[in-house]
């Protein structure tokens, strides 16, 4: 949405899953974080994306463990409350 309100751009808007790829590839989802090594391992570090990823497949693996769940639940409400600020400060802005 803040693409959208920014750019105004239907085409914009449409190709911005071109920003999410990267970080879903820069995840654990293809190997353990254990045998990362270097800038990679940071870069995993810092994707929010890995830990909401981390506790979807705990869920699905292992059940409802809190501990592993917990930072992925946490992460996506602070990147929810982020964005939610971002998009109401962005339509505000353009609309008023």
Request: aromatic share 12%; proline share 4%; charged share 10%.
């Amino acid at each position: 949405m803040i693409i959208a309100l920014r750019t105004k751009s239907v085409q914009v808007t449409r190709s911005s899953w071109l920003l999410f790829m990267p970080l879903a590839f820069l995840t654990t989802a293809f190997m353990p974080r254990e045998l990362l090594s270097g800038w990679f391992k940071v870069a995993v570090t810092l994707n929010p994306v890995d830990y909401v990823m981390a506790g979807v497949r705990t869920i699905i693996i292992e059940g409802w463990q809190w501990d592993s769940i917990l930072p992925g639940l946490w992460v996506l409400i602070a990147t929810t409350a982020i964005m939610l600020t971002a998009a109401t400060w962005s339509y505000r802005r353009a609309t008023a």
